[in-house]
């Protein structure tokens, strides 16, 4: 690209850069920022304080941190704390819009998009899950309308729990490969990564492990104790270790020596940023066929995609998991989710918003 583009982030507002509470929306961030910034563009994020963002401008906005969708009803009435961190962050965009050409909202809640008529900068949203908020519905539909072009989503999957879903961007998700050594010998035992939460299923990958016996590594943030506890007291003699929040280069020592890793999602998963990040490993992905993730993985040749909810499944798989080619699942991290890859679909995304493409 040959015009450099001033993009202004404006990051989740559930948690810190770098604390786990956003779950995969982080590491977007932290990738496409990177990736356009190497491209010569401005860049900035602002975030809740204590965010860390390595390499990047940084700006850090006090206030209490919102609470998650996924832990509210569909139906619920919009909630906002009383100094809330998301208002104040937007608060600082208002003051400073002019000098940017886009401002990009990663966070999932319905004020971002309430805000945008009353910008004179464009806003491109990029919507980190589904359909979890009918206030959130109402509104992202209202401006995909008004707006049309500058809503981003992960998967068609994603898209299609939204009545929108045909004015939604396709960007997918990417990583940067350098950071996730391949590993063709694995060692005898699993991983399941991601926040511990209920959504997330993790009780199946646990019963999985117990019926085979191979040990089960489990990562990610404890965001639900209770939950935990109880997997804990259903699954006493389940061979299972968990590791606790992992930096990335922490959390591939892990997984890259694991034969497989196990996602079990509840709901829809957006993308599954985990998958791809198994796979830059050489690690084949056994997935519930839910979501992003049964738009990632290859069935037999990366992976295998088994019935929503199975633990039978899972332990099936498990089974035929020395089928699967450990150079497949590199090889199609390389070509579909690299960094160059995020960042052209990213950078068309906002051309065609300003009317450059």
């Not at 008004?146 to 898209?159: C, D, E, L, M, R």
């Not at 209770?226 to 930096?247: N, R």
């Not at 199975?310 to 579909?336: M, P, T």
Request: with cysteine; hydrophobic share 45%; proline share 4%.
């Amino acid at each position: 690209m040959t015009e450099s583009l001033k993009l202004l982030f404006l990051s989740t507002s559930v948690g810190q850069l770098g604390s786990g509470l956003g779950g995969g929306v982080e590491l977007t961030v932290l990738n496409i920022a990177q990736e356009l910034h190497r491209r010569g563009h401005k860049i900035a994020v602002v975030a809740p304080v204590g965010s860390v963002l390595e390499s990047i401008r940084v700006i850090e906005i006090t206030g209490d941190l919102q609470v998650t969708a996924q832990t509210q009803d569909y139906n619920a009435s919009i909630v906002m704390p009383a100094d809330a961190v998301l208002a104040n962050m937007w608060e600082y965009a208002r003051k400073v819009e002019e000098e940017w050409d886009v401002i990009v909202n990663f966070a999932y809640d319905w004020l971002p998009f309430y805000l945008t008529p009353f910008f004179r900068t464009p806003i491109a949203h990029f919507i980190s899950m589904g359909s979890l908020s009918r206030s959130l519905d109402r509104i992202a539909g209202q401006i995909a309308a008004k707006f049309p072009g500058t809503i981003g989503v992960y998967t068609v999957s994603q898209a299609e729990t939204f009545a929108f879903a045909d004015e939604c961007q396709l960007l997918g998700s990417g990583i940067d490969l350098l950071l996730y050594e391949f590993c063709s010998q694995p060692e005898p035992k699993l991983a399941w990564l991601g926040r511990i939460a209920a959504e997330k299923g993790l009780e199946d990958a646990v019963a999985a492990a117990k019926i085979t016996g191979i040990p089960l590594k489990i990562m990610g943030k404890m965001q639900d104790e209770d939950y935990w506890q109880k997997i804990c007291a259903d699954y006493p003699d389940a061979p299972v270790e968990y590791l606790g929040f992992m930096t990335t280069i922490q959390m591939q020592k892990q997984v890259r020596e694991c034969r497989a890793l196990l996602m079990t999602p509840r709901w829809v998963e957006a993308f599954g940023n985990v998958a791809i990040e198994a796979l830059a490993c050489g690690v084949p992905v056994i997935s519930y066929e839910r979501g992003g993730p049964a738009e990632i993985v290859r069935d037999g040749l990366t992976g295998f995609l088994v019935e929503p909810d199975s633990v039978n499944g899972l332990v099936s798989a498990i089974a035929q998991i020395d089928k699967i080619d450990r150079r497949a699942c590199r090889s199609q991290a390389e070509v579909e989710y690299s960094l160059g890859a995020l960042g052209d679909r990213f950078e068309h995304w906002f051309k065609s918003i300003l009317n450059l493409s």
